[in-house]
C-alpha cells in the first residue's frame, strides 16, 4: 500500500486530498502546526496525523505532498528531499489524481467553493457517484472530498500559487476573473493571464464555461474563440456580439425559502424551472453554470433542478449558525471587495427591514493595501460595521499597517474598530438588539466571534427565562 505524506494537512485544501486518498485505498500520515477541526476530522477517518513539522513524521512516506503555505526550507520538505522522497506540490498531485476521468473544475476569485459543492451534490443526487474535492465542507454532502466509482471528477481549481496549472480538464468553469492574491500576482494583467493559460489546458475539444456578467470572465471567453474548445457563456446578462451557446437565467423572484426562483433558458428555449434556497443572485449564476454541466452531459434536468432546490451551501458560505432573542447570526468566507458587496446586499434580500451588523476580519496585509478604497467603500447595506485587526495568515506581520486605517476612510455612519478578537463578542452582545442580523465575514479565524456571541446570547436567554 502506497504511504502519502501531506504537509498542511489541516488545511481546507490538503485535508479533502486526505479524505479522497483514505477512500481510494492509500495510507495517509500527515503534519500541521495546529490541530484544526479538519485535521481531527482527517484523523478519525483514518490517517495519521502530527502536530507540528519535524523529519520523523516521515516515517514509511513513499510520497510527500505539500500545501502552497509550506516554503522550501521546511524540516520535513528537506528531510524528504534529503533521503529521495519526492516532494510535490499540490497541482502535480491532483492532475495525476483526475487522469482518465471526466474532469470539471471550478475556477474564478468568487464563488468556485459554493460552485465545486453545487455541481458535487447535484450529480450525487442524480446518481453518478462522482469524485470530488471542495474547499470547503458541503453542507449537502457532509463533507469535502470523496473518491467515486462514476465518470465525473469535479474539483475547486484554487489559483493561488498556480495551482490549477497542473489540471487536464474536460469541462472547466471559470464565474469571474477579478484580481486577488497580489502576494502571488503583483498585477492584474498577471492574475489573468494565469487564467489564460488554464483555459488552455483544457483537454483537446474540451469545453469552457465562462460567466458574462463579468468582465473578466468574459473578455477570457471571446479571446478563447479559437476552435481548439467549445465554448459556451452562462449568466443574467444575455451575451452581445458573442456567437456562442449560452445559458441564461430570467424571471427571478424572491421566494419563501431566502432565495430566487429562475427560469433556466439555453439559447430561446426554456430548459427548467428552479428555486433556489441559497440566497443572492449570485448563487442563480453558480447554479446556472451546474445546470449547464447538467445539460452537456445528457442528464435529467429536471431532476438537476430539484437537486439545486435542495442545496444547502457549504460551511462558512452565508452558514447560518443560529439564533437567540431573535438574533441572527451568520458566517460567511467573504474576503475581497466584490464578495462583501455581495454578501451583504444578499443578506439585506433575505432578511428584508431587519438591522445588519457586518463583522469583518480583513485577510492577509497585501490584499488589504491592494484594496484599501474598496475595502472603504463596500459595507453600504450594513447599519453597523465592526472591524478587527489584519489576519496575517501566510504574510508576516506588518508593524506599519492596520485595519484601523481602512475604518477611519469609512464613510459609513456606525463604524467600529475593535483590533483584538476577544473583545468583540463582548461589545456585540451589548450592542445587539432584537431583530437584528449578524454576520461575520472572515477567511481567518473571527468565525468563533459566532459561536461566542450565540453561546453568549443564549445564556443571557436561560437567566431571563429563570427570572
Not at 479571446?223 to 444575455?238: P, T
Not at 445539460?295 to 457549504?314: I, N, P, R
Not at 474598530?417 to 456585540?428: D, E, G, M, T
Not at 438588539?433 to 443571557?460: M, P, Q, W, Y
Request: glycine content about 8%; aromatic content about 8%; overall charge negative.
Amino acid at each position: 500500500m502506497t504511504h502519502i505524506h501531506l504537509i498542511g494537512i489541516g488545511g481546507s485544501g490538503l485535508s479533502a486530498i486526505a479524505r479522497f486518498l483514505l477512500e481510494s485505498g492509500y495510507s495517509v500520515s500527515g503534519s500541521d502546526q495546529q490541530f484544526s477541526p479538519l485535521a481531527v476530522q482527517i484523523q478519525a477517518a483514518g490517517a495519521r496525523v502530527f502536530t507540528g513539522h519535524q523529519a520523523e513524521n516521515l516515517a514509511g512516506a513513499d510520497l510527500v505532498v505539500r500545501s502552497s503555505a509550506i516554503p522550501d526550507d521546511n524540516v520535513e520538505v528537506k528531510a524528504a528531499m534529503a533521503i529521495g522522497i519526492p516532494v510535490l506540490k499540490r497541482s502535480d498531485f491532483i492532475g495525476q489524481l483526475m487522469e482518465n476521468r471526466l474532469g470539471i473544475a471550478i475556477a474564478g476569485t468568487h464563488g468556485k467553493t459554493t460552485t465545486t459543492a453545487m455541481i458535487s451534490w447535484m450529480l450525487t443526487a442524480l446518481d453518478q457517484d462522482p469524485s470530488y474535492i471542495i474547499g470547503g465542507i458541503a453542507r449537502n454532502l457532509g463533507t469535502n472530498a470523496h473518491a467515486g466509482r462514476g465518470a465525473a471528477f469535479v474539483i475547486e481549481a484554487d489559483e493561488y500559487d498556480y495551482m490549477f496549472l497542473g489540471l487536464r480538464p474536460t469541462i472547466a468553469i471559470v464565474t469571474n476573473v477579478e484580481h486577488d492574491h497580489p502576494d502571488c500576482f503583483p498585477t492584474p494583467h498577471d492574475f489573468y493571464q494565469a487564467f489564460v493559460e488554464f483555459v488552455k489546458r483544457l483537454t483537446p475539444q474540451g469545453m469552457l464555461l465562462a460567466c458574462v456578467d463579468d468582465p473578466g470572465a468574459a473578455r477570457l471567453l471571446d479571446e478563447s474563440l479559437d476552435g481548439e474548445r467549445r465554448v459556451f457563456a452562462y449568466g443574467l446578462s444575455r451575451q452581445i456580439g458573442l456567437d456562442v451557446p449560452e445559458y441564461a437565467g430570467s424571471e427571478l423572484e424572491p421566494n419563501e425559502r431566502g432565495g430566487l426562483n429562475f427560469m433556466a433558458i439555453h439559447g430561446e428555449t426554456p430548459l427548467v424551472r428552479v428555486s433556489l434556497q441559497v440566497p443572492g443572485a449570485h448563487n442563480v449564476r453558480n447554479a446556472l453554470a451546474a445546470l449547464a454541466v447538467a445539460h452537456l452531459m445528457d442528464l435529467s434536468l429536471k431532476d438537476a433542478a430539484d437537486a439545486l432546490g435542495a442545496f444547502l451551501g457549504t460551511g462558512r458560505r452565508f452558514e447560518v449558525r443560529g439564533e437567540s432573542g431573535e438574533i441572527m447570526v451568520i458566517d460567511d468566507y467573504a474576503h475581497h471587495p466584490t464578495e462583501i458587496r455581495a454578501t451583504l446586499a444578499a443578506t439585506k434580500e433575505r432578511y428584508p427591514g431587519r438591522p445588519l451588523w457586518a463583522v469583518w476580519q480583513p485577510h492577509t496585509y497585501s490584499r488589504t493595501r491592494l484594496f484599501f478604497s474598496e475595502f472603504a467603500s463596500a459595507f453600504n447595506d450594513a447599519d453597523h460595521v465592526l472591524v478587527t485587526e489584519v489576519y496575517s495568515a501566510r504574510e508576516a506581520f506588518d508593524p506599519e499597517f492596520s485595519a484601523d486605517q481602512v475604518v477611519q476612510n469609512m464613510l459609513h455612519p456606525d463604524k467600529h474598530f475593535i483590533a483584538n478578537l476577544a473583545q468583540v463578542p463582548s461589545f456585540l452582545v451589548s450592542h445587539l438588539h432584537s431583530g437584528d442580523v449578524v454576520i461575520v465575514l472572515s477567511a481567518g479565524d473571527a468565525d468563533r466571534i459566532s459561536t461566542e456571541v450565540l453561546n453568549a446570547l443564549h445564556k443571557e436567554a436561560d437567566k431571563h427565562a429563570q427570572s
